[in-house]
């Protein structure tokens, strides 16, 4: 059941290696700014996402917090549940291991899926988890320009770019699935569904791309308190962290950024692809809080 991330392509052990190298540096220094001789105590700040969701919009407000308190950018690549490159699906223990290399005070990033010991850790004291979500209709489309346009390297692109020959096709394959293809792609309700045990989980701070754009400032305090909650040291008062979070949100820095607009399916969808999604993705916007019934 594929759906991939930003950034999901295999690492070299190398490339890990000066991650972490480069890491070690930057916690020394934060702990040098902030005279903490460690930075145990601290929880690893962790944004967790259905890809196209908001990913970079949450991870550039966690990496603000550098700048309110002892906070690391941990510079590792994003935690996914399939390899973007091939498709294949990584096993529960390779996705703890890779968690199991934040330290105290890190900030990180990935796409899992609510399983027993990734939940378990995820939801522990250590961790400050976030799960950002976004109307699936606005996912369906930034999930085709995605694959088609931006990394030529994903396990679909060659069947989204070569083989379909419009945007109309390519969004009716996303929504309803490829099944012909190796591998093949589930509908678009059958990849979301996984992520959605992470909405009953009270120890994760669930945050919609939307109100982060169109209610700032609530959702900005929600995210710090939630960081407060589990021990993040603000060393700012919460009126100037908060201006400070706000100013540093840029959306068009992400390297996979197009428009970021919500509600852009409006604009986009035709009865047809409304009648497909209704028909593959029956009642996913409605459970989500989207709509209120089928009749949109």
């Not at 196209?52 to 906070?71: D, N, V």
């Not at 290399?101 to 250590?126: K, M, N």
């Not at 099944?179 to 992520?195: C, D, E, G």
Request: charged fraction near 25%; include cysteine.
């Amino acid at each position: 059941m594929i759906l991939k991330s930003s950034r999901p392509l295999t690492q070299p052990a190398w490339l890990t290696g000066a991650r972490l190298v480069r890491r070690l540096f930057r916690r020394l220094r934060q702990q040098l700014c902030y005279r903490r001789f460690t930075m145990q105590g601290l929880p690893i700040l962790f944004a967790n996402s259905i890809p196209k969701s908001g990913t970079h919009l949450l991870t550039q407000i966690l990496q603000a917090f550098q700048e309110l308190g002892p906070a690391v950018d941990s510079g590792l690549p994003a935690i996914v549940m399939y390899e973007g490159d091939s498709g294949r699906e990584r096993a529960d223990q390779e996705i703890i291991a890779n968690l199991k290399r934040f330290l105290p005070g890190d900030i990180g990033y990935g796409h899992l899926h609510p399983s027993p010991l990734v939940s378990e850790l995820l939801t522990s004291a250590s961790f400050a988890t976030y799960f950002i979500i976004r109307d699936p209709r606005d996912i369906a489309i930034s999930h085709v320009h995605y694959i088609t346009e931006m990394e030529p390297r994903h396990v679909h692109h060659a069947y989204f770019a070569h083989e379909l020959s419009t945007f109309d096709e390519r969004l009716r394959a996303t929504i309803q699935g490829v099944p012909q293809a190796n591998p093949p792609l589930p509908s678009l309700a059958m990849r979301l569904a996984p992520f959605f045990g992470w909405l009953k989980e009270p120890n994760v701070l669930t945050i919609r791309y939307e109100d982060l754009l169109n209610n700032r400032q609530e959702y900005l305090l929600q995210i710090l308190h939630h960081a407060l909650q589990r021990g993040f040291d603000l060393r700012l008062p919460i009126e100037d962290a908060l201006q400070l979070l706000e100013s540093r949100i840029r959306p068009e820095h992400s390297p996979t950024f197009r428009k970021g607009k919500a509600g852009a399916w409006r604009e986009t969808f035709t009865p047809l692809h409304k009648e497909v999604f209704k028909e593959y993705c029956k009642g996913l916007v409605e459970a989500l809080g989207y709509e209120k019934d089928e009749n949109w």
